[in-house]
């Protein structure tokens, strides 16, 4: 057996030049590990079949939807189930690790000519 490989996500993060272009750092069970710094405001979007979990590591997001808005800070994370209209943000850069199925576009339902990322695009 292989020895898994240690992830320094800090050091990964330096290597991200670009806001809303996820990185894959891992895949566990099928799902993708992903990181992104954020800064600007996203676009309305949902995942058809899949949910979506945003897990803050500096910065703060907020996370429109709607019905309200959820704001978090470093260390809290929140899933966005299935099917559910968001629209992330972010006033300032904030780092962000994402766990999603293996494959999902970063704008879910919607094709944007600027903010869609590959899906398996590799830091």
Avoid: Y
């Avoid at 996500?9 to 992903?34: C, D, F, M, Y």
């Avoid at 809290?76 to 994402?98: F, I, K, M, Q």
């Avoid at 576009?105 to 600027?114: A, M, S």
């Amino acid at each position: 057996m292989n020895m898994p490989e240690v992830v320094n996500l800090a050091a990964k993060l330096t290597e991200i030049t670009q806001h809303w272009r996820p990185r894959v750092v891992g895949e566990l069970n099928s799902q993708a590990v992903k990181l992104v710094k954020l800064q600007g405001e996203f676009v309305w979007h949902h995942h058809e079949l899949e949910d979506e979990l945003f897990l803050v590591l500096s910065g703060h997001l907020r996370i429109e939807f709607r019905n309200g808005v959820r704001e978090l800070e470093p260390g809290e994370c929140l899933v966005v189930p299935r099917g559910v209209d968001h629209r992330p943000s972010a006033a300032v850069e904030t780092a962000v690790l994402l766990f999603e199925p293996v494959g999902v576009l970063n704008t879910g339902n919607v094709t944007h000519p600027t903010l869609t990322a590959p899906s398996d695009a590799r830091s």
